[in-house]
């Protein structure tokens, strides 16, 4: 009887630790499949936005019969005082509002050093962040004077700040947007590298510094939200007109940053969705369910066990994809 008992607690322990091990291979490599076709939508629509700004500085320029009229866009220039930016590409730079909603793609980061190639989005709600790197609603935009502040996770969901640690000052960081395209230089920190460790609540990262740059954040260390690693590059060459600040759109309802304090920032970006528990509570009884009913069936049918299980994965599979997805999102640790 002992024996049987244990043998039961022991293929209970196996499959918990199956379990586990599936998990862990979703959130390191089944979140990408999410980000990546989540990116693929986010490139198209970006790249409208470029293409109608591109259609309306034609239109402007086909209009105008002066030759003193300014560019639509400032022009970034590179360390050796290239021109980066043609101007071509912007909207006019007394638009004052782009219309921009949290949710929407606002631009386009690379940093060919450490092979980040990712649009960003307006906005660092988590359910955002699986998407893509996003844009701290309450900082500058991107291209634009200020501190621009961009988060984007480590570890999970194509995790495209991964590699940040390794960049040292003088590397160039490029952003583009519909106002143009914008190059900046990784600044160097106090102890000489290209990058500091700040605490989980270090919000004071995205306040304004008196100059334009931006502020890359991520979860420190890998495959952990205990801290927090920064890395801050100046703008080289000159801002693009100042735009109205983002708004509230259907995609999410994200906090403002100064009106918690630390405590709020530190839950938008290092606490899970309370509203997630009940669907991965739901997913994973229903992934449990059907686990137990194909090793019932199977146990009750010896002679077609096989074919019983073959049958049963990939409903059980479709099942605990699902769990998982919420699990995650309902996890504290957003690395």
Not at 98 to 109: A, E, K, V
Not at 308 to 320: A, D, K, N
Request: hydrophobic fraction near 45%.
């Amino acid at each position: 009887m002992l024996a049987k008992i244990l043998g039961v607690i022991g293929r209970l322990m196996i499959g918990a630790g199956v379990l586990i091990l599936l998990f862990v291979a979703y959130q390191l490599w089944g979140t990408g499949l999410q980000t990546q076709a989540a990116q693929n939508d986010l490139r198209t629509e970006f790249d409208q936005q470029l293409a109608e700004a591109r259609a309306q500085a034609d239109a402007a320029g086909s209009t105008t019969t002066s030759t003193t009229t300014e560019p639509v866009a400032p022009v970034s220039t590179l360390p050796d005082g290239t021109a980066e930016n043609p101007g071509d590409l912007g909207r006019p730079a007394e638009e004052a509002d782009l219309g921009i909603q949290w949710g929407d793609p606002i631009g386009r980061i690379l940093i060919d050093k450490i092979g980040v190639d990712f649009v960003y989005i307006e906005g660092v709600e988590l359910s955002l962040l699986q998407d893509g790197p996003g844009h701290f609603p309450e900082t500058s935009f991107p291209g634009q004077p200020g501190n621009a502040a961009l988060a984007g996770h480590r570890t999970t969901f194509m995790a495209p700040f991964n590699r940040i640690d390794e960049l040292s000052a003088g590397d160039l960081v490029q952003v583009e947007t519909v106002q143009g395209t914008f190059t900046y230089e990784v600044m160097a920190q106090p102890d000489g590298l290209g990058h500091r460790i700040v605490g989980p609540d270090a919000i004071e990262i995205t306040e304004d510094k008196g100059d334009d740059r931006l502020t890359l954040m991520a979860c420190h260390p890998k495959y952990s939200a205990a801290q927090r690693i920064v890395v801050e590059a100046k703008l080289v060459g000159n801002p693009a007109a100042k735009t109205k600040a983002s708004e509230p759109g259907d995609r999410t309802e994200l906090p403002s940053l100064g009106e918690g304090g630390d405590a709020e920032a530190q839950q938008l970006l290092a606490s899970g969705d309370p509203a997630a528990r009940l669907p991965a509570l739901l997913w994973s009884a229903a992934a449990l369910a059907a686990i137990f009913v194909a090793w019932l069936l199977g146990h009750l049918w010896r002679k077609a066990r096989w074919p019983v299980y073959l049958v049963s994965l990939p409903i059980v599979g479709l099942l605990l994809w699902h769990a998982f997805e919420w699990i995650n999102r309902a996890l504290p640790g957003a690395y």
